[in-house]
């Protein structure tokens, strides 16, 4: 039998290790993390088995890769300059596009007929539970976004970069107001400087709107794959490795097979609207400045169930002025303007919390929904060089018939499983887990002194 003094030396060690334990969880919650923004009731990150986490480049430190200043030779020379050539894809992209393929999550039917208009698609319903397609006005896909919650209105833009983008982007950064950009890939290449404003000056969203703006639904698979994989890859690479989650089509068209390819391959979310302005059309008399006006003030005096996402171009001086004129009714009428990004109070990237938040390559912070802890966070970064003077995919060179020696996004700076964090900070259960034990611990250790 032990002495009492043993005894009370032995509580104090048990004591002094459990509140040690406790302060040292306390202490982690206190780093300097990016802002938590809770989503609900999906995830914050796409799940770090997500395909599109493995095809693009990332490496160890913030976002890890050093890319090639936005504007540069270098920058440039990394993208095609036109419509992509569907037999010089990444590897990377072509073989997730087949395993979604051969997986049954790429529906089967073929491209849409291309019509000069409207595509058409000959002895077969577009509006169908197959094809549902979004030119048609189909609604049967509950994954695509045309409403914003009620109250809301989702401030975004199609078809910029462009000359024309400055003045909007003067009243956007006068206004304090927050918008997503539905960018061209193109438009990015060809104009840097609006690019670099639009994200580093006013912090706004970044989102994909292909890389040349075709009518989607009339592409091959491979097609698809090119507009969509160049136009991440150019934001990706000139972000800071931030990967876009939301996608708008060109002209409004898709349909189940473009959705699931930009879904499953790039973990895109399709983007529509729920009203149209047709400003893209004022300057060649398809409308006017008094229709477009007409149209806001019915919108904007209207009901606000549900919210709206309206469709608006950064396209021309007469598009942009549109917005800006109708801007004081919004606030007039009691909008809540946000970005379309933030419309459920999510990020407009699968990766990072907003354009200035902390880039986290690791896609573990998932929502108590899908039965993770939120807070079960990791600060280890993965594997890969931040070594990397060019964007992962250095050109338009690679085939997607070359071998599997060559370089592509996903052969460096690959996301490591979870259970291989060593350094991931305790979740919540395990505190609370480790607090109950105490009671047993203590009498576990009074028996035995």
Avoid at 235 to 259: A, C, E, M, Q
């Amino acid at each position: 039998m032990a002495s009492p003094f043993a005894r009370l030396l032995a509580l104090a060690v048990l004591f002094t290790s459990v509140y040690s334990a406790t302060i040292a969880h306390k202490q982690h919650d206190d780093h300097d993390h990016a802002p938590l923004n809770r989503r609900l009731p999906s995830t914050w990150y796409q799940a770090d088995d997500h395909p599109v986490h493995q095809l693009f480049k990332r490496g160890p430190s913030t976002d890890g890769a050093v890319y090639a200043q936005v504007g540069s030779s270098t920058w440039a020379a990394a993208y095609p300059r036109s419509t992509p050539d569907p037999t010089q894809l990444p590897q990377a992209w072509v073989d997730a596009l087949n395993d979604a393929v051969s997986s049954g999550k790429i529906p089967s039917f073929g491209p849409s007929k291309a019509t000069g208009g409207n595509p058409m698609y000959p002895g077969a319903d577009p509006s169908s539970d197959t094809i549902c397609s979004t030119t048609y006005k189909c609604r049967k896909n509950p994954d695509n976004i045309y409403d914003a919650p009620d109250g809301l209105l989702g401030v975004s833009f199609d078809d910029g970069p462009l000359p024309t983008s400055d003045k909007l982007y003067d009243f956007l950064k006068a206004n304090n107001q927050p918008a997503t950009h539905f960018f061209i890939g193109v438009n990015i290449l060809n104009n840097p400087n609006e690019f670099n404003r639009a994200f580093s000056e006013l912090q706004n969203d970044i989102a994909v709107h292909t890389w040349t703006h075709p009518y989607m639904t009339t592409l091959d698979n491979l097609g698809v794959l090119g507009q969509l994989g160049w136009t991440m890859e150019i934001i990706h690479n000139s972000t800071g490795g931030r990967l876009p989650k939301y996608w708008r089509p060109p002209f409004g068209d898709s349909d189940n097979r473009v959705n699931a390819i930009a879904s499953e391959v790039f973990g895109l979310t399709t983007v529509i609207w729920n009203q149209d302005t047709e400003d893209w059309s004022l300057t060649s008399g398809g409308t006017t400045p008094q229709k477009v006006n007409a149209s806001m003030t019915q919108w904007l005096t209207g009901p606000k169930s549900p919210g709206l996402i309206i469709l608006e171009h950064e396209l021309s001086d007469q598009s942009v002025q549109a917005f800006i004129d109708a801007y004081p009714v919004m606030k007039q009428n009691g909008w809540n303007t946000v970005s379309v990004g933030q419309i459920d109070g999510e990020s407009a990237y699968v990766n990072s919390p907003s354009s200035t938040g902390n880039v986290t390559p690791m896609g573990i912070v998932l929502s108590s929904h899908n039965g993770t802890d939120p807070d079960a966070s990791s600060s280890q970064s993965p594997s890969g060089s931040s070594s990397a003077a060019t964007p992962s995919s250095s050109g338009s060179s690679r085939s997607s018939t070359t071998s599997s020696s060559s370089v592509s996004p996903s052969s460096t700076g690959a996301i490591q499983n979870n259970a291989a964090l060593s350094m991931a900070r305790p979740a919540s259960w395990q505190l609370v887990s480790l607090l109950a034990s105490c009671p047993l611990m203590m009498l576990s250790t009074l028996v035995m002194i």
